[in-house]
């Protein structure tokens, strides 16, 4: 039985034969990765900023071009041949920067809710930095990592999600607190999932 993906591969496929026009329009005007890896970042800032001020549906909107830009500064080195280790690490490390900029900017909207809602984003960040670190261990065991339910994708696609039906009136709070809880349980869950997967890889190697 293959894994569940929270994401069909068909949505999946479907939203990368969307972008694949741009991605052609950014090969033939040779636009940099890393100029693609710091828009993204400016765009979680603006949805941060957007949160704060309480603009969910373009907050969410915001949140899914930063995808974008996640999925399009790969694919742009691919094609042009700029695929480098160093590439590999500034752009890892603009991602965190850029999901954690989100977070603060949600955390900072609910600053004058209970304290349970900032323990739940402070859990959901140990998550989803766990989850980038356990394929960042595994990968220096020589073990390729990508298991998991709750992956970069599928936390993008969630903030945006509770961005945009958060936008519906008298619901912000409940839509971006549901789609928290579910980032915070299902990151942690994949964490684990990563970890009996690397025990059982490691087994494999030994016998």
């Not at 304290?115 to 930095?129: D, E, K, R, T």
């Not at 994949?190 to 059982?200: D, L, P």
Request: charged share 15%; glycine share 8%; net charge positive.
């Amino acid at each position: 039985m293959g894994e569940f993906k929270l994401l069909n591969q068909k949505i999946v496929n479907g939203f990368l034969s969307l972008i694949e026009p741009l991605e052609k329009v950014l090969v033939s005007w040779k636009i940099h990765p890393h100029v693609i890896t710091g828009a993204g970042l400016l765009l979680s800032i603006l949805s941060a900023y957007l949160f704060v001020k309480g603009h969910f549906l373009l907050a969410g909107i915001m949140v899914i071009l930063t995808g974008v830009c996640d999925i399009l500064d790969g694919k742009l080195a691919r094609a042009t041949g700029q695929v480098s280790k160093y590439g590999a690490l500034i752009d890892s490390t603009i991602d965190r920067y850029s999901e954690v900029i989100i977070f603060l900017g949600i955390a900072t909207y609910f600053r004058s809710e209970s304290s349970y809602v900032h323990a739940l984003i402070i859990l959901a960040i140990a998550g989803s930095f766990l989850v980038s670190y356990t394929r960042a261990r595994a990968e220096g065991l020589g073990i390729e990592c990508k298991v998991g339910i709750m992956q970069r994708p599928e936390r993008m696609a969630f903030l945006a999600a509770g961005g945009i039906l958060g936008a519906i009136p008298y619901t912000e709070h409940f839509m971006m607190i549901f789609f928290l809880w579910v980032i915070a349980i299902l990151a942690n869950v994949t964490v684990i999932q990563r970890i009996v997967y690397i025990k059982n890889q490691l087994r494999s190697q030994q016998a």
